[in-house]
Structures are given as C-alpha cells and as structure tokens.
C-alpha cells in the first residue's frame, strides 16, 4: 500500500498524481510491479529514491503541467559490481543499522552515491515493497521532489560509473519507450535515455508512476526488442 508523505499542499502540482496514486500498469507488459516475496524467499531490505526535480510551478500549457525543466535523477552502475553491473538504477542500497526507515536508508544511499544533499529533498510518497529476484532484495521506493537541487556526480566509480538528470521530456518521447525481451524470457518496459537503456526494476518503476502521472504520451507496447541487441547500441552488456 502506497504511503503519502508530504501534505498535498507542498506537493507541486505536476507531481500530485505520482504523489496520490500507485503505479499502475494498463498495458499488462510490467512485471516489475507484481513482484513479491515468497514466504520462503527470506529477502533483504532495501531502498530506492525516486527523485524528481524542476520547476514547483505546473505549465498551463503541457501534459499535467509537466514543467520543461522536469527531470529523473538515476545513476548506472559500476561494471565491477557483484549484482545489476552496469545497469541504470535509482539511487538506493541496502538498509542499514540506524537507517530511520526507507526514507532513511534511500537519503543516505543517495547522498553516499551522488553527494546529493538530503536538506533539499521532500519525500512525498513511499511505494509499496517489490522484490528483485536476481539480488533477493524486496526494495521499497521512496519518491520524492528535489525542492532544492544541488550538485551531484559520481562518489565512487566502485559505485557508479554515471550519475544523470535525464529529462522525463526525453523518456515520455514515444521514440524512446519500447518492450525488451531477456534471453530468459523476462518482458519488461524500457527506454532509451541519454546514451542509456533503462529497463528491469528502474523501467518497470518510472513506467509504473508514468502510467498514473497524467504527462505519459501514446507509445507502441507491442514494440519489442531483444535486450542483448539493445543493450548493445548504446554500448552496454547484459
């Protein structure tokens, strides 16, 4: 169950949607919003932060306000990490001893990845809990508007090899949302984002909050491609 945070009236009015709803997935090509925990599966904790950023003030003239300057903050891995190597994610890890909850653990993991600084987000909503098999991690997404952006970039190439502000303008663009087929059979929504390609836990979350954010454009959801081959356009392995 999706948890709201912010009193709807901090909530900007482009984000109040994304900030009020689920995410949902009208099309039926999304598994990544089904996912739970097995009784059996003992999985670990972790956390996620979805963060929005751009103008408080909604554009009369756009698709649910969506301000010109609105943006998703993700990062990609590392290619020497253990798990997800060189894939594009949220910011967010594990939890911690000490964490204050979810929004806890993902100010910190985004803070030690990014050098974001916590003082200028507002979290406004916390998702309910998804489980990624490959990691055994149920991870809980915490979304939240960037009131006051700051500077950010990679901490530790260990960590991250890219930290990026993509435009939600460039991943709403139907040019750039298509379906990617796994050699293992996992379909799941994707988009290419600046020399990137988004796809598993991150895709199936931003296109989860797309499909209830009011901005989201027509796309082809029968349009699917082999990962291998997208991933290898845009020089990423799988």
């Known amino acids: 169950m999706r948890s709201e945070i912010s009193g709807n009236?901090?909530?900007?009015?482009?984000?109040?949607?994304?900030?009020?709803?689920?995410?949902?997935?009208?099309?039926?090509?999304?598994?990544v919003l089904r996912r739970v925990a097995s009784a059996i599966s003992k999985p670990r904790e972790a956390s996620?932060?979805?963060l929005f950023g751009g103008s408080p003030?909604?554009?009369?003239?756009?698709?649910?306000?969506?301000?010109?300057?609105?943006?998703?903050l993700l990062t990609?891995?590392?290619a020497t990490l253990r798990t997800h190597s060189g894939q594009v994610a949220f910011p967010g890890g594990g939890v911690e001893p000490g964490d204050d909850g979810p929004i806890g653990t993902a100010l910190r993991e985004a803070e030690e990845e990014t050098g974001l600084d916590p003082a200028g987000?507002?979290?406004?909503?916390?998702?309910?809990?998804?489980?990624?098999?490959?990691s055994r991690f149920e991870?809980?997404?915490?979304?939240?508007?960037?009131?006051?952006?700051?500077?950010?970039?990679?901490?530790?190439e260990?960590?991250?090899a890219r930290v990026v502000r993509v435009p939600l303008s460039e991943l709403i663009d139907p040019a750039n949302r298509f379906v990617v087929r796994h050699p293992l059979g996992y379909m799941g929504?994707?988009?290419?984002?600046?020399?990137?390609?988004?796809?598993?836990?991150?895709?199936?979350?931003l296109a989860g909050l797309l499909a209830v954010s009011g901005w989201e454009l027509e796309w082809d959801h029968h349009d699917v491609r082999d990962l291998q081959a997208s991933l290898a356009a845009v020089g990423m392995t799988l």
């Not at 003030?57 to 998703?72: C, E, F, K, S």
């Not at 991870?139 to 700051?150: D, S």
């Not at 929504?189 to 979350?205: C, E």
Request: aromatic letters at 8%.
């Open 9 to 31: 009236g901090s909530v900007p009015e482009w984000l109040r949607a994304v900030a009020e709803h689920e995410p949902a997935d009208p099309t039926g090509i999304n598994p």
């Open 48 to 50: 996620v932060l979805v």
């Open 57 to 72: 003030d909604a554009d009369p003239n756009a698709l649910g306000g969506l301000p010109d300057d609105a943006d998703v």
């Open 76 to 78: 990609q891995r590392a």
């Open 121 to 134: 987000v507002e979290p406004i909503s916390v998702l309910p809990k998804i489980f990624v098999p490959p």
């Open 139 to 156: 991870v809980t997404p915490v979304v939240a508007y960037w009131r006051t952006p700051g500077e950010v970039g990679v901490v530790s």
């Open 158 to 160: 260990t960590e991250a």
């Open 189 to 205: 929504p994707a988009f290419a984002a600046d020399g990137m390609l988004v796809w598993g836990f991150t895709a199936g979350v």
